[in-house]
């Protein structure tokens, strides 16, 4: 069967390759919250160069983790277009995921206990922060390519309007805010989860039946309706145990075994506070701030982030190209369409004149 994450793999592979920054003092959280101390886990892939103007930046979505080679393959590795050899790649994992960023299966250290569902909410700006900490740690000065998709296009947004840092961006089915659709789905799998009452229990493990009914309603707007019809078709006679619950029950147990309930609550919730005009006049105005030239991709089909919402970024970033893929894959298609992405990315990197 083929994944909504097709390509992601379980946190064991990445984990003997993570680094970690520890900040020991207050991390101060959007909401006014703070965590006494934070832990950002991150790989990075290549060599930087001698004026270190080779970074790229990856941001990743909501439930990858730190390596791009697993889950963006056919655009970052060896030998393709993002590729170690002449880039000096870094991605970080998210404040609150579960793949070595402090989250709700840490600790608490003014309690001594797990966080678990008391995890302070958390925003896209929180993490950007995060971002921005580990770059300071890191020395790193200029990032010649942030780059990201969905949620990791919403940091990236979110990031180029806080720090003037970037010579260029590329953004795919993402926004500048999310919309009532969106927060409407994510809503709908939190109460899946909460209908799991060991989510409030003490048990680090909670919450994992209800999110694998949270995943099967998630894949159903990462995906199409002609995607489903035609690759879950069932024998005309059939009258029980069809393909398509079959894959969703599927799906929910993969996400189940390698993710944390808790995360994906967390991170549903930030993804529903993405504003970039938040606190700085307005949408188009925070936009307009951006001084990067900048790549958006919208995938047509994708009902979760549709084209309007790519084409309000571009309408008000200064410097930016706007383009439009077709794919039968909907929003996964940002995964997926890897050959598509990487013949309109090519031009746009190697036009410094621009």
Known sequence: MTSSFPFIQTSKKVSDSLLYYRYSSDFLLESGDTLS????????????????SNVVWVCHALTANTD??????????????INPKDHFIVCANILGSCYGTTGPRDFDPKTGDRFLSNFPNITIRDQVNAHILLRNHLGIERIHLGMGGSTGGQQILEWAIEEAIFDRLFVIATSAQSSPWGKAIRAAQRMAIEADQSFFSS????????????????????????????????????????????????????????????????????????????????????????????????????ILFPIEDQQTIAAHVPNSTFEIIQSDYGHDGFLIETQKISEILKPFLSNESN
């Open 203 to 302: 048990s680090p493990n909670g919450g994992k039946k209800g999110m694998e009914a949270a995943r099967a309603m998630a894949l159903l707007s990462y995906r199409t309706p002609a995607t489903f019809n035609q690759s879950q078709k069932d024998d005309n006679e059939a009258l029980d145990n069809y393909k398509a619950e079959s894959y969703q029950r599927y799906q929910g147990i993969k996400l189940s075994n390698r993710f944390d309930a808790r995360s994906y609550y967390v991170l549903g919730k930030a993804m529903d506070t993405h504003n970039v005009g938040r606190g700085k006049g307005s949408i188009q105005k925070a936009l307009s701030a951006i001084k990067a030239k900048t790549l958006i991709i919208g995938i047509e089909g994708d």
């Open 68 to 81: 791009p080679t697993q889950w963006w393959p056919g655009l970052i590795g060896e030998n393709l277009l």
């Open 37 to 52: 101390e934070l832990q950002i886990a991150y790989q990075t892939f290549g060599t930087l160069n001698a004026d270190k």
